[in-house]
């Protein structure tokens, strides 16, 4: 499976249970793990698909496997946070080492996304070219 696949497959799971985690909230009226809710969605829903979209627009960063690699940090990164996050608002300050080791993670992720973006155009194929018909 290439990279933007398996993001756009993953955001939206994460976003169908950040809503549910949302709808919950409202339910119960308790809206303590808030900050889990937020994080989740924006971290698994919006980042992880804007990710995709990227990958999608290249075709030699979509087929490799440090884009995958770079999809799976960030996710279990994220599922890891999203809990620990939740724990501790919960009332388990335990949880903090774990939240701080996986943000490093999601970090590390977002680190190697940026030398994706940075590095130099000649190590990426084009992808399919757009033809244009001008208007006569
Ligand atoms: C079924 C869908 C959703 C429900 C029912 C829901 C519900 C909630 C609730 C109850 C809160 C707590 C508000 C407060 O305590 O002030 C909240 C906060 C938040 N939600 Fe959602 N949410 C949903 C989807 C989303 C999505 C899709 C995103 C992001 C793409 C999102 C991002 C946030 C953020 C960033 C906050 C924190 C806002 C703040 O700091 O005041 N939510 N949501």
Redesign the pocket.
Known sequence: MNASTLSFRLAVLF?IA??????G??ATQN?AI??A??HL??LG??SLFLFGIYYERRPALDASRLARIQVVLWSLGTVVLTIAVAAIHLGYPAADPIAALSSLAVLAAMILFAYFVFRPARDLAPGPAVHLTPAE
């Open positions: 976003v950040g809503m549910a985690m949302g709808i909230m409202a809206h808030m900050p809710h937020a969605n924006l829903w919006v």
